[in-house]
């Protein structure tokens, strides 16, 4: 056979399995999903917006980074064999994947603004970095029914109890809050034993072995860094975590879970967290104010 006669033969054969001029066998296509960091506001008309991506950025004493890179799979023959994962928040040496052990991720979040702002900042970026989706309402145009298909409620210190009161306080899905305005309209305490302790940066960990307590032993525990305003109920019913230091009667972090007793003698209709990370209006979180925020999301959500 001669040289062009083998060629027409060899390109014949190549036609007939599908092989095109362009490098590609058959029609067929991949793609590799690409993340998402911008916010999207929905809903101004009602004072709701969602937020999906990072978070504003602010100055905090830690840095939570989210890895939005999405991964092909395969090998790459350009790198060493290091695995990279979707997702990842590094913090303090430990690596949480995003997403991981949430079987609930959609979140309310009531607060003065439409979107963080102040301390909630790395509190917002945390929820996200660990996987929840937030939907954000205004104090003053908060609902009760805003909470229905939602897995939580957060309402924030940055919401004005005026505007709140006591919204929430029958919702069946569990309420985490820092708003120490409404600790009695919640019912958490009789009016006037609610309050918050000014140029403080600490709690008395009361329960170590409580999930609330986040893994940190009894004893003092700093949770701003410089000085903050930590929200308190005295004497409450609820199951204490926290107190002020020397105050044990004095709550900082306290639940009730659904059908215990409130100050006014009704049953709470679900999980209630309060939390002692009021403001830092001269200081920042510390990491474990906002490891204790996490420690509440993941037991309000948990199966």
């Not at 960091?37 to 504003?56: F, K, W």
């Not at 909470?147 to 409620?153: I, L």
């Not at 309402?155 to 006591?166: K, R």
Request: aromatic share 6%; proline share 5%.
């Amino acid at each position: 056979m001669t040289f062009a006669s083998r060629v027409t033969a060899c390109a014949s054969l190549l036609l007939a399995c599908g092989f095109d001029s362009s490098g590609q066998t058959g029609s067929g296509s991949a793609s590799v999903g690409s993340a998402d960091d911008t916010t999207t506001t929905t809903g101004a008309d009602d004072g709701s917006s969602t937020l999906s991506g990072a978070a504003t950025s602010a100055t905090t004493s830690m840095t939570t980074e989210v890895d939005t890179t999405a991964t092909a799979t395969g090998p790459d023959p350009d790198t060493t064999g290091d695995e990279t994962t979707v997702g990842t928040e590094t913090t303090a040496g430990d690596t949480t994947t995003a997403g991981e052990g949430l079987a609930c991720p959609q979140l309310l979040w009531v607060g003065a603004a439409e979107m963080a702002s102040g301390t909630d900042v790395p509190l917002v970026e945390r929820a996200q970095a660990i996987g929840f989706e937030i939907t954000f309402v205004l104090d003053s145009a908060s609902l009760a029914s805003d909470a229905d298909g939602q897995c939580a409620v957060v309402i924030s210190g940055t919401a004005d109890s005026v505007d709140v009161v006591d919204r929430f306080h029958d919702v069946l899905v569990p309420v985490i809050t820092w708003e120490y305005g409404i600790y009695d309209d919640m019912d958490f305490v009789a009016a006037g034993l609610e309050g918050v302790a000014e140029a403080t940066n600490a709690i008395d960990v009361l329960d170590p072995a409580h999930p609330l307590a986040a893994g940190y032993p009894a004893g003092m525990l700093a949770i701003f860094t410089g000085t903050g305003r930590i929200g308190y109920a005295m004497g409450t019913g609820a199951h204490v975590v926290a107190a002020l230091p020397g105050q044990p009667t004095t709550a900082t972090l306290f639940e009730y879970q659904p059908g215990e007793i409130l100050a006014d003698g009704s049953d709470a209709t679900g999980l209630r967290i309060a939390l002692p990370i009021m403001s830092a209006p001269e200081g920042t979180l510390e990491p474990a104010g906002i490891d204790l925020f996490e420690a509440a999301l993941r037991r309000a959500t948990q199966p």
